[in-house]
């Protein structure tokens, strides 16, 4: 079955960095667009960045741009997001998306998510 597994997550002090993982099975990664989005307590999910299939191409949410870097290993089925300099307003359950095709149908998977909490 698809799994999309988070980890990576935890308690960083503002300004410092961290990086977050995502493990995928089940389809075939790098056909698949990847993305990670981000949900703060009673706050509504904030879209963070989406990488291209091939990881050539990628976007990212005007809050995070400059300090966030998404990647990709195809060969390992990796997904990745480089944090830095966070502060508070980073924190967040962070989560790994994924979108692919199999049989002419669009599939949607989410990942069970990680934490992350800035604070000092």
């Known amino acids: 079955e698809v799994q999309l597994v988070e980890s990576g997550g935890g308690l960083v002090q503002p300004g410092g960095s961290l990086t977050l993982t995502c493990a995928a099975s089940g389809f075939s990664f790098n056909d698949a667009i990847m993305s990670w989005v981000r949900q703060a307590p009673g706050k509504e999910p904030e879209w963070v960045s989406t990488i291209s299939p091939g990881g050539d191409a990628t976007t990212y949410a005007t809050s995070v741009k400059g300090r966030f870097t998404i990647s990709r290993d195809n060969a390992k089925n990796t997904l990745f997001l480089q944090m830095n300099s966070l502060t508070p307003a980073d924190t967040a359950v962070y989560y790994c998306?994924?979108?692919?095709?199999?049989?002419?149908?669009?599939?949607?998977?989410w990942g069970q998510g990680t934490q992350v909490t800035v604070s000092s």
């Open positions: 998306y994924a979108r692919f095709s199999r049989y002419l149908r669009d599939y949607e998977y």
